[in-house]
């Protein structure tokens, strides 16, 4: 089992920058890929970027690429979602999720709220 806890949501205004932290526990965390989704009020939900279970691998979301950075730091079980020059399309609830590399995801968080200011 693997529990997952986002933060670090909150209200920007277009062109900042937020750091969104997703904590798991769990001793399956290491081998674990992460990967970072989102969801805006009335639209379906959208991948954003996942990150390999060494760190030596992403992928970004064509809408979020190179504004985006995932990170991990698997002595922290922590996965990291940089976010630089906001977008008020980026506004949405950010949800982060765990799995087996190459299949789906098994584990989701409960999600933190973007909201980003035009």
């Known amino acids: 089992q693997v529990q997952l806890v986002e933060s670090g949501g909150g209200l920007v205004q277009a062109g900042g920058s937020l750091r969104l932290t997703c904590a798991a526990s769990g001793r399956t965390f290491n081998s674990y890929r992460m990967g970072w989704s989102r969801q805006a009020p009335g639209k379906e939900r959208e991948f954003v970027g996942h990150?390999?279970?060494?760190?030596?691998?992403?992928f970004y979301a064509d809408s979020v690429k190179g504004r985006f950075t995932i990170s991990r730091d698997n002595a922290k079980n922590t996965v990291y979602l940089q976010m630089n020059s906001l977008k008020p399309e980026d506004t949405a609830v950010y949800y982060c999720a765990a799995g087996p590399s190459g299949r789906k995801y098994e584990y989701w968080g409960q999600g933190t709220q973007v909201t980003v200011s035009s």
């Open positions: 990150i390999s279970w060494t760190g030596g691998s992403t």
